[in-house]
């Protein structure tokens, strides 16, 4: 079989260590290295001096990540593949076996490319899915707060659609302080829940066990730790220009349509 890339090298990754299978013409050798980042640069140093012009890789979990991040940096050519697609044949397996294979299939054009993005994306698929997390837990306890005040019979869930919206947010300390005053609290609301006066003057009424008022300061003071998460993060997405963090719609295809000036960036926030 044609020989495409006369000098190479596998790279069989782990938690640990990376194993290493270096191919120049008339020469082959193998060696270990520990996965701490001044022992991967001496591998990126050893691979360089060898004359080694390109490596591959399996995306194995996330170790490859640190390793690639290294490795784009140099003149290297870097092959991330998915290890579907560099099976070996069946038999007993070793890590230098595996980095041989690797190298091997290398060395003969064999191994197809999977697509990784660019430095920024890469970070921007880290930040977002995690301020994605951040929304759903304080929309969970959201949730709960609701349920305990259900649980007292206060029927304020049932007049407002969101119980720490702008428009009721002192609403549930009062409740947690004792005030029993149902028209004093009603006279909290703000905004449009002002129309709801005559609905919020018997909502608040019910009987909240002081181990209610305990989950409910509890609940209470993890949301303020997520909203003092997740105001800042937001920042950081946006300040690189980054997605609007509007809601999302159905399809590419129809998000397009009516939006047209999205960029990737910004398809990136809505879809990840």
Known sequence: MDIVHERCAGL????????????????????TFGTVTRQLLQMIDWLIESGVTHVAMESTGSYWKPLFNLLENTDLEVLVANPRYMRAVPGRKT??????????????????????????QR??????????????????????????????????????????????????????????DAEAMAELAQSRMRSKLHLLSEAP???????????????????DQLDAEIEPHGHVIRGQGRGPGTSRCRSTRRVRRRRPWLDGYQMLWWWT
């Open 123 to 180: 970070e921007l698929r880290e930040l977002v899915p995690y301020r994605k997390v951040l929304g759903q837990e304080r929309a969970r306890m959201v949730n709960r707060v609701e349920k305990v005040l259900e649980g007292g019979n206060i029927k304020l869930p049932s007049v407002a659609s969101e119980v720490l919206s702008k428009s009721s947010p002192a609403m549930p300390e009062e409740l947690i302080a004792g005030n029993q």
């Open 12 to 31: 069989d990754v782990h938690k640990k260590t990376v194993v290493v299978c270096a191919i120049t013409p008339g020469h082959k050798e193998v060696r």
């Open 205 to 223: 009424v019910g009987d909240l066990g002081e181990h209610q008022k305990y989950m409910l300061t509890s609940r209470l003071r993890l949301i």
């Open 95 to 120: 890590d230098v076996k595996d980095a041989e294979w690797i190298a091997d299939l290398l060395c003969h054009g064999l191994l197809r490319a999977s697509f990784i993005p660019s430095r920024e």
